[in-house]
């Protein structure tokens, strides 16, 4: 599993990704320690049962850099992927929230955003975090390691969800450039997903919205599954392999009715995020929930920001 593949962005310095040198690297690892399964192979096992040998690549939230940086190397490699992309961005044309938190954290002074937060958020956007907990980072000496993880923690987790969004187009405004935060140019286009599928790739649906799908009523699960591939399908892609994967991934991300949904759209297989092999059993009795590794559980697989390297990737 993938995200961000790109080259490093002197305005983004901050920003986790994968280097594309080091994904590069990491795909002669991978093609020398296991191989790569073919598309056929892969389709076949589906069916069979029988898990073949290697890897298959996976690259979650239809980024731009999927086109521009791993596309070229997946073709002159001669390998494929499948790209899953969440739909509801190209109807609303604007960045997910996760995303654009991705983007302010990424950009050079985290320590700004903190005060802008620190002075301007009422104390009832937050949720079980208190003005004192500003107070205590503030006054002592501090990195910029320091403000964006605490940025990250405010965003995620502290501020209510009924603010949130507010909260982020405000800090967006002020931090962002506006190019920074075009719709077609941060994610795929309807034709880059046609060439991908066309040169082989195999385009699936990472939901709507990208929710937590367990967090939803089975009703709105459903449209949820079903209206992202109803998009994809009006991009002009041919879908002749449907596929899922669950927002955020992990077991407590999805439930058994959420699978029993996508068997229901005639969905093929799913991923779910799961550190280990696909066996036999998955194939036969649990295609709608297939592990999946993260790429930074293996060499050159950890991401980067300009002079440093990280363990931890995102799981978005
Ligand atoms: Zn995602």
Same mark, same amino acid.
């Given at each position: 599993m993938y995200h961000y593949v790109k080259e490093d962005d002197p305005s983004f310095p901050n920003f986790n990704h994968l280097h594309i040198e080091d994904f590069k690297k990491q795909l002669d690892y991978l093609g020398n320690k296991f191989g790569f399964v073919t598309k056929k192979d892969f389709q076949d096992a589906l069916e069979s049962g029988d898990p073949p040998k290697g890897v298959v690549l996976t690259f979650d939230d239809g980024l731009k850099c999927h086109y521009d940086q791993v596309f070229p190397v997946l073709k002159e490699r001669g390998l494929w992927g499948i790209f899953y992309v969440a739909t509801e961005m190209y109807r609303t044309q604007k960045l997910s929230d996760v995303h654009r938190i991705h983007l302010l954290l990424g950009q050079e002074n985290n320590q700004k955003i903190y005060e802008y @937060?620190?002075? *301007? +958020?009422p104390q009832d956007y937050l949720v079980d975090f208190v003005r004192e907990d500003f107070k205590k980072l503030t006054y002592t000496r501090q990195i910029n390691d320091d403000f964006t993880k605490m940025v990250k923690k405010i965003l995620n987790y502290y501020i209510s969800y009924t603010y949130r969004e507010k909260v982020i187009d405000d800090l967006c405004e002020l931090f962002l450039k506006k190019e920074d935060l075009n719709v077609l140019d941060f994610y795929l286009t309807a034709e880059e997903m046609v060439e991908m599928e066309n040169a082989g790739m195999i385009i699936g649906s990472h939901s709507a919205s990208h929710p937590v799908m367990s967090k939803l009523d089975l009703e709105t699960q459903k449209i949820e599954i079903q209206s992202s591939f109803s998009d994809l399908k009006n991009f002009g892609l041919k879908l002749s392999c449907k596929s899922f994967c669950y927002p955020y991934g992990g077991f407590h991300t999805f439930t058994k009715e959420t699978e029993a949904l996508l068997e229901m759209e005639k969905c093929r297989f799913s991923f779910n995020v799961e %550190?280990?092999? +696909? %066996? *036999? *059993?998955? @194939?036969?009795?649990? *295609?709608?929930? @297939?592990?999946?590794?993260?790429?930074?559980? !293996?060499? !050159?697989?950890?991401?980067?920001?300009i002079g440093k390297v990280h363990s931890s990737s995102y799981s978005i």
């Open positions: @937060l620190n002075e *301007k +958020i %550190s280990r092999d +696909i %066996s *036999k *059993k998955d @194939l036969t009795e649990r *295609k709608q929930a @297939l592990p999946r590794y993260d790429c930074n559980e !293996f060499p !050159f697989g950890q991401v980067r920001r």
